[in-house]
């Protein structure tokens, strides 16, 4: 499994701004240019359910 950046606070406060106003996790995905495996751990880890399109 290859390493994947970490998580800047920027980018986890893009992620719980676009998860309030019920983005789906491919649109997150390629906006924060992430895999979308990766936008869904970390919504996981921060206890969000993410809307799929």
Not at 23 to 52: D, F, H, N, Q, Y
Request: glycine share 4%; aromatic share 2%.
């Amino acid at each position: 499994m290859d390493q994947q950046q970490g998580w800047t606070v920027e980018a986890v406060q893009k992620l719980t701004e676009m998860a309030r106003e019920r983005v789906p996790v491919a649109a997150m995905s390629l906006a924060l240019k992430r895999p979308i495996e990766a936008v869904r751990a970390k919504l996981s880890e921060l206890g969000i359910t993410p809307v799929e399109s």
